[in-house]
């Protein structure tokens, strides 16, 4: 069983970075997939970023491409996620999630929530205007 725990979210003003980090255990981590999520009081959950097993292979939702960097450190275990130019409307709790299957990589696949099968708890990131 996957255990995942981000940390790195706090209140940053627009225009500023975070770089939030999400370890896990349990798993060989280089087995996982692993997924970036948000989800903003009053909305549903969305996709943010993911990135392949080795790493070779990020994704991107249209509204953080060219400002948000998704990577991984296989040796340690832990994915990232780069997070510049902030905006206020990406005020959210950011949650990693993972998927152990052996499934091949799927762009369209690893955008859905459903392909996961474990979850962190989260990290508040606040942008203030």
């Known amino acids: 069983q996957v255990q995942l725990v981000e940390s790195g979210g706090r209140l940053v003003q627009a225009g500023g970075s975070l770089r939030l980090s999400c370890a896990a255990s349990?798993?060989?981590?280089?087995?996982?997939?692993m997924g970036w999520f948000r989800q903003a009081p009053g909305k549903e959950r969305e996709f943010v970023a993911a990135i392949s097993r080795r790493g070779y292979i990020p994704s991107y939702a249209d509204s953080v491409k060219d400002r948000f960097t998704i990577s991984r450190d296989n040796t340690k275990n832990t994915v990232y996620l780069q997070m510049n130019s902030l905006k206020p409307e990406d005020t959210a709790v950011y949650y990693c999630a993972g998927d152990s299957s052996s499934l091949g990589w799927s762009q369209s696949r690893y955008s859905s929530h459903k392909s996961y099968d474990a979850w962190g708890q989260g990290t508040q990131v606040t942008v203030s205007s």
């Open positions: 349990g798993r060989t981590f280089s087995s996982l997939a």
